[in-house]
C-alpha cells in the first residue's frame, strides 16, 4: 500500500484545512501560520501529529519568504544570534516532543496560547530598544526554539520580540522567515531522527504545504481589507477559543 494510500482521509482533510487557516494568516500578515494552524489540528488530531505535519510547510514558506524579502534583512550578526539560539533550542524542544506525554505538552501548548493572548492585551505599545534587542536575541530565540520544538508554537517569545522592535512590514517578514527557517530544519533533523516525522506525516505536509501556499494570496486580500485591529482582535478571540477546548479536552481525559 502506497503512503498515500494509508493516509485516512479525514486526517488529511483536517491537516489541510489547519494549514489553510494557518495560510491566511500568514498572508494576511506576513508570519504566525503555526499560531492558527497547530491548535487547530493539535485540538482535531494530537500534538505530536501537529508539530510533525507543519514542519515542511513551515520551512518552504519561510525559505520563499526569506528569499522574496532577502534585501529587508537586519544585519547578519543579528540573524546569527537570534536564529541560531532558535535552532539550538527547537533541537532541546523536540526532545521534550518525543519525550513527554502528549497530554502534558497539549496543556502546555494552550498555556503558551493563553500567555500569548494575554500579553497581546495588555502590551499592545510595548517598544524595545534595538541595541538591548541585540543582546537579548540568543537567549530570545533559544526560548522560541523550545516553544517551537515542543509545542510547534515560537510566538509568544519570536514573534512578541520582533513586534516590539516596531520594524517596517518588509524586515519584519525577512527576519522572521529566517528565523523559522533555521528552527524548522533543525527540527526536521531531530523528528525524523526521534522517528516523529514519518514519510507519511512528510507526505501530509507536502499537501499542507499546498493549502498553505493556496491560502496565503487570500489572506493578503483580506489583510488589505479589514483593519490590522479587527484582524487582530479576530485571531486572538480564535486562539483562545482553542486554547480553551484544548484544556477542557485534556481535563476530562
Not at 514558506?61 to 547578519?76: D, G, I, K, S, V
Request: charged share 10%; net charge positive.
Amino acid at each position: 500500500m502506497t503512503l498515500l494510500g494509508a493516509i485516512d482521509p479525514l486526517t488529511l482533510v483536517l491537516a489541510l484545512v489547519a494549514c489553510g487557516l494557518g495560510g491566511l494568516l500568514k498572508g494576511a500578515t506576513g508570519a504566525g501560520a503555526p499560531v492558527i494552524g497547530i491548535p487547530v489540528l493539535t485540538a482535531l488530531v494530537d500534538i505530536q501529529f501537529a508539530v510533525s505535519v507543519f514542519v515542511l510547510p513551515n520551512l518552504l514558506t519561510n525559505l520563499w519568504q526569506a528569499f522574496a524579502y532577502r534585501r529587508h534583512l537586519l544585519p547578519w550578526s543579528f540573524l546569527l544570534l537570534f536564529g541560531g539560539g532558535g535552532a539550538i533550542g527547537a533541537v532541546v524542544g523536540t526532545y521534550l516532543l518525543a519525550g513527554l506525554p502528549g497530554d502534558l505538552l497539549e496543556i502546555a501548548m494552550a498555556l503558551v496560547v493563553i500567555g500569548y493572548v494575554a500579553f497581546r492585551l495588555w502590551n499592545m505599545d510595548w517598544v524595545l530598544a534595538y541595541p538591548l534587542a541585540r543582546k537579548l536575541a540568543l537567549p530570545v530565540g533559544g526560548a522560541g526554539g523550545i516553544l517551537q520544538g515542543a509545542t510547534g508554537l515560537s510566538a509568544p517569545a519570536s514573534l512578541t520580540f520582533l513586534n516590539a522592535l516596531r520594524l517596517p512590514r518588509p524586515t519584519f517578514i525577512a527576519t522572521i522567515s529566517v528565523f523559522f527557517a533555521l528552527m524548522t530544519i533543525s527540527q526536521i533533523e531531530r523528528q525524523a531522527a526521534l522517528g516523529l516525522l514519518d514519510g507519511q506525516r512528510l507526505l501530509i505536509g507536502a499537501f499542507a504545504t499546498l493549502a498553505t501556499l493556496a491560502a496565503m494570496p487570500v489572506g493578503r486580500w483580506i489583510g488589505e481589507r479589514v483593519s490590522r485591529q479587527v484582524f487582530d482582535w479576530l485571531i486572538l478571540g480564535l486562539l483562545l477559543i482553542l486554547a480553551l477546548k484544548i484544556l477542557l479536552a485534556a481535563s476530562l481525559a
